[in-house]
């Protein structure tokens, strides 16, 4: 594979530059290098050990660079990138414990970031991610009260940054999303009516978005979605049923 090929090209001379000068551009890029790499390995080749090996030596490339430099943010992006990758190595590796501590990570550094330079939206759309991870990794552990609350903390922030900026409307769409899916963990834990309050947020968000981009059908879906689920959860079939077939018409018929 010529991608690995030369991935590792880049590795080892990350390296030779690293051993000769230390500097923090070449130590930054070598994590960089190595991140990739393991991504490919990971994924392309199905080769863990091999992909867990980069991605450790990267994280503590960043670690160190972040000892070094504690007021550069960028640098604690990268490590909280390194975490990341951990974490969704050791998920797939089913080490689901350690992954969770490799998550629980990455919001410590991404809260820490948005603590420090919370004026800068970047840093909150990355902890509002983070939170979304977590949630994800619990759900799937069955972790149901802890994925409620990382639900809950994800929703509450990507919902700061849709009112911070009203015309950016994929952040509507994420915190649709999150609203979605917490809705369905609450109906899954038998909270139905914080279950509808949830989804009834999802709903006016979604015919918000459909008022402003009325050519737009994966809107309507969406829409369409959040009728149907209280229609489901209100036993009310024949609205979610109506809402269906109204989907189905043409945009602007």
């Known amino acids: ?39 490919q390995m990971l994924f392309n080749r199905n080769q863990p050990k091999e992909a867990e090996a980069l991605f450790r030596h990267a ?46 990570k990455v919001v410590e550094i991404e809260r820490r970031l948005e603590a420090t330079y919370g004026n800068r939206p970047e840093f909150k759309e990355k902890l509002a991610h983070s939170y979304t991870s977590l949630a994800v990794m619990m759900y799937g552990l069955g ?8 639900w809950r903390k994800s929703v509450d922030a990507n919902r700061k940054l849709s009112r911070e900026f009203p015309n950016r409307y994929e952040l509507k769409q994420v915190l649709a999303l999150g609203l979605n899916n917490l809705g369905d963990l609450l109906r899954r834990r038998k909270q139905l009516k914080e279950a509808e309050v949830a989804w009834r947020e999802e709903l006016a968000i979604y015919q918000q978005l459909t008022d402003k981009l009325p050519t737009r059908p994966d809107m309507q879906l969406q ?11 209100a036993n009310r079939p024949k609205l979610a049923e109506a809402e269906w077939r109204a989907v189905e018409r043409p945009v602007g018929q």
């Open 143 to 150: 972790r149901l009260k802890e994925a409620e609350e990382a």
């Open 1 to 39: 594979n010529e991608a690995i090929s030369e991935l590792r090209e880049a590795v080892s001379l990350g390296k030779r530059l690293v051993a000769k000068t230390k500097s923090a551009a070449f130590r930054k890029n070598l994590a960089t290098c190595e991140t990739n790499l393991g991504m």
């Open 59 to 104: 994280l503590a490339l960043s670690q160190k660079l972040v000892d070094d430099f504690p007021d550069r943010p960028e640098y604690e992006t990268g490590l909280s990138i390194c975490y990341n990758n951990l974490g969704l190595l050791l998920n797939v590796t089913k080490r689901r414990k350690q992954a969770v501590a490799a998550y629980n």
């Open 223 to 233: 829409l369409a979605t959040a009728h149907h689920n209280l229609g489901v959860i």
